[in-house]
Each structure stands twice: as structure tokens, then as C-alpha cells.
């Protein structure tokens, strides 16, 4: 029930392709969906977040689409460059107060963006 | 604004001896606090997470302990390191009654020998 899946677990694109990463959620009470990126040696940090009553949301190059009723959501990156090559981790959070808002990350989809 | 730091950053430890490793957070009352361990090439292990001083909820049975003494500071305890306990450790932060947000910390990364 708590569980996030995504996929897939490497990807390797050249520079200037669109990356494209999905997860699958099982848990309706999530309500804000965030995407990590993590450079090797380094905390992750947040990217960009959706929350269910939208199906998209664009910040620069990142895109996230969310489709509520497959309960899936998934990560674009548009004109991708070498800087990009890390890893990205989805993560689905239920509602504040709610078994301390923890949220629940997916497995990591490493990234490398050839020059 | 908010930065957290977390010490120390590399640590090599033999097995049995004692780890300690400290998280603080500047810039913010009564955050939740978390510690996530991520093994090599793997996802985020959730560990413990607190709400308030002196409340600890551990999500995975182990070798392990938290402690919370003061409002910004998470510690991370184990009296007796073993081999599987090598990782790199991520205390995290996320302002109260905002949700899903977390903040990282740079990570620990611990070696056990």
C-alpha cells in the first residue's frame, strides 16, 4: 500500500533527448508528489513537485505529468544535457499529520546524458 | 534562511566500535527531522523520524538508535558497529504542517572494516 515503483533503473539518452522516467503509486490518500535529483556524493535535493488536482506541471526543462486515475506520474526532461546525468528519485507523501507526512521514495532511475 | 548540517562527513569505523553522528538544523523552529540511510547504488532507507524533542519513531528494526535532545539536533547512535551498517546516512528536514517538502543534509558516508 505504501509502496512507490519506478522505472527504470538506468537510462542513458544523448544530449538533447527527453529522458523519460514513471512511477506507479498504490496508495490514494497521497496527495503531493515530489521529484528528488541526487549528484553522486551529494543529499538529494527537491527538483519539482505536483499535486493531484493537476495533470501537469512544467518548471524550465522538468515536466511532471500525473494521471490520478492510473495512479501513475512521470518525470520529462526536455532538451537534456550532460549537467543533467545524475539520479532522480520519486517520492509520494500522504497529507500533513498523517503517519508523520513521511514520505515514501522510489527505487532511483540513474541517468547519464552523453555528450 | 534554513541550512542543515550534518557531521561528520566520511567516517571509517572498525566493526564493534561505537558511531555517533549529528544533524542540525539552523533557520527553523520545531521541524520534523529524519534519518535515511541509501547503500550503494540503492534507494532511500528511512530510519527514524521526529516531530518533536525526545520523540523518535524507527521504521526498521536494527542496530541502530536516534535521539533527539534539543529542538534542531538528530543524533544517530549505534554502541556496536557492524559490517552491514556501512552506508551513506542523510538527516533530512521538512517546516512543520508543510508537506512531502524534505531538505537533505550533505550525508555521512560510513565505511565499517
Known amino acids: 500500500q505504501q509502496q512507490v515503483k519506478q522505472s527504470p533503473q538506468s537510462l542513458i539518452v544523448q544530449k538533447g533527448g527527453i529522458p523519460i522516467i514513471n512511477c506507479a503509486y498504490e496508495?490514494?490518500?497521497?496527495?503531493?508528489f515530489p521529484w528528488y535529483q541526487q549528484f553522486p556524493g551529494k543529499g538529494p535535493a527537491l527538483l519539482i513537485a505536483?499535486?493531484?488536482?493537476?495533470s501537469e506541471k512544467k518548471e524550465g526543462r522538468f515536466t511532471i505529468s500525473f494521471n490520478k486515475s492510473a495512479k501513475q506520474f512521470s518525470l520529462h526532461i526536455m532538451d537534456s544535457q550532460p549537467g543533467d546525468s545524475a539520479t532522480y528519485f520519486c517520492?509520494?507523501?500522504?497529507?500533513?499529520?498523517?503517519?508523520?507526512?513521511?514520505?515514501?521514495f522510489g527505487e532511483g532511475t540513474q541517468l547519464t546524458v552523453n555528450p | 534562511s534554513q541550512t542543515i548540517h550534518q557531521w561528520p562527513a566520511t567516517l571509517v569505523q572498525p566493526v564493534g566500535s561505537p558511531l555517533s553522528l549529528e544533524c542540525t538544523v539552523e533557520?527553523?523552529?520545531?521541524?520534523?527531522l529524519y534519518w535515511y540511510r541509501q547503500a550503494a547504488g540503492r534507494g532511500l532507507q528511512l530510519l527514524f523520524y521526529?516531530?518533536?524533542?525526545?520523540?523518535i519513531s524507527s521504521e526498521v528494526p536494527q542496530n541502530l538508535s536516534a535521539s533527539r535532545p534539543q529542538d534542531r539536533q538528530f543524533i544517530l547512535s549505534s554502541k556496536k558497529l557492524l559490517l552491514s551498517d556501512s552506508g551513506f546516512y542523510l538527516c533530512?528536514?521538512?517546516?512543520?504542517?508543510?508537506?512531502?517538502?524534505?531538505?537533505f543534509g550533505e550525508g555521512s558516508r560510513l565505511t565499517v572494516l
Open positions: 517520492a509520494a507523501s500522504p497529507p500533513v499529520g498523517t503517519s508523520g507526512s513521511r514520505l515514501t
Open positions: 533530512a528536514w521538512r517546516g512543520p504542517g508543510v508537506p512531502g517538502e524534505l531538505f
Open positions: 521526529s516531530v518533536g524533542i525526545g520523540q
Open positions: 505536483i499535486r493531484p488536482d493537476v
Open positions: 496508495n490514494t490518500a497521497f496527495d503531493y
Open positions: 533557520g527553523t523552529s520545531n521541524p520534523n
